[in-house]
């Protein structure tokens, strides 16, 4: 696993613990959620440095998605 990879998981797992936290969802609807998300093709492509922020500020994309149908 390479670095990338690993602050790739951990941001999935925050955003996880979020969407549960904040939206009362499961795990399993949480994790449908941010795996079929544009948010996640972004975080998963290391020239959008999105991996390298804080959760709150990519779970912020990840609600506007959810909520308005794409990325603002």
């Known amino acids: ?19 549960m936290e904040r ?9 449908d959620t941010i795996y079929n998300s544009e948010t996640y093709e972004k975080l998963s492509d290391p020239r959008s440095g999105l991996y390298f922020q804080a959760p709150g500020y990519v779970y912020d ?8 149908g794409k990325m603002q």
């Open 23 to 31: 939206r009362h969802v499961t795990m399993a609807e949480a994790l």
């Open 1 to 19: 696993m390479t670095d990338f990879d690993y602050m790739v998981e951990g941001m999935t797992r925050d955003l996880v613990v979020l969407l």
């Open 61 to 68: 994309f990840l609600e506007k998605e959810i909520n308005y």
